[in-house]
């Protein structure tokens, strides 16, 4: 069975910067595409950024030319490196994985880390 562990979470300033990690364990790493979700207080699961399988990457408009996903097939890790955060942005932030091409629709995804707090002030 796949676990999934993000970290790198944490209070930081409005336009400042985080990188969140999620590491998977016990599955073939390089065969499933990656994304990260967050969600808010009394919101839904809402997409960050995908990326598949063959390292294509996709973001929701809202975190374009911020935010960007990466893999480390090697590592077994996928990243999200999140530029000028904005308060909006404050939400638990999720890692989860499928079978090859990202989606945005999170009900596609199979299995999901715990999340890990991002809060950005103002």
């Known amino acids: 069975q796949v676990q999934l562990a993000e970290s790198g979470g944490g209070l930081v300033q409005a336009g400042g910067s985080l990188r969140l990690s999620c590491v998977a364990s016990g599955g073939a790493f390089s065969y499933y595409a990656m994304g990260w979700f967050r969600q808010a207080p009394g919101l839904g699961r809402e997409f960050v950024a995908g990326?598949?399988?063959?390292?294509?990457?996709s973001y929701a408009d809202s975190v374009k030319g911020r935010f960007t996903i990466s893999r480390d097939n090697a590592k077994n890790t996928v990243y999200l490196q999140m530029n000028s955060l904005k308060p909006e942005n404050t939400a638990v932030y999720y890692c989860a994985l499928r079978l090859n091409a990202a989606a945005s629709d999170p009900s596609q995804y199979d299995i999901w880390g715990q999340g890990t707090q991002v809060t950005v002030s103002s």
């Open positions: 990326i598949s399988s063959g390292g294509r990457p």
